[in-house]
């Protein structure tokens, strides 16, 4: 999460001193927000952090289909699994 009070930086200060700033994203993990004229312009993040933020969000993804299945499951809108082998099996040409 984002520190108000410490992650914020402006573009220039950035390029100022990047030594400095790499060190702050590698001890505290967090990102830097970096502003042009006083407006968020972009975000700077290590790569450890960044990995984590995307399996975070694979995570989300997978947790959202499950809700998204067992919300079909109350609502009626499944098939039995033997049917749709069958028509799979149709639709390609296999046989049993």
Known sequence: MVNLS???RSLTDFKRDT?????HLRSTGRPLVLTVNGKAELVVQDPASYQKLL???DRMEALLAVERGL??????????LKE???NL???NGLRR
């Open 71 to 80: 919300k079909d499951i109350k609502a009626g809108r499944t098939k039995p």
């Open 84 to 86: 749709v082998l069958e």
């Open 55 to 57: 399996e975070l969000a």
């Open 19 to 23: 030594a400095a700033a790499l060190e």
């Open 89 to 91: 099996g149709k639709k």
């Open 6 to 8: 410490e992650d914020i």
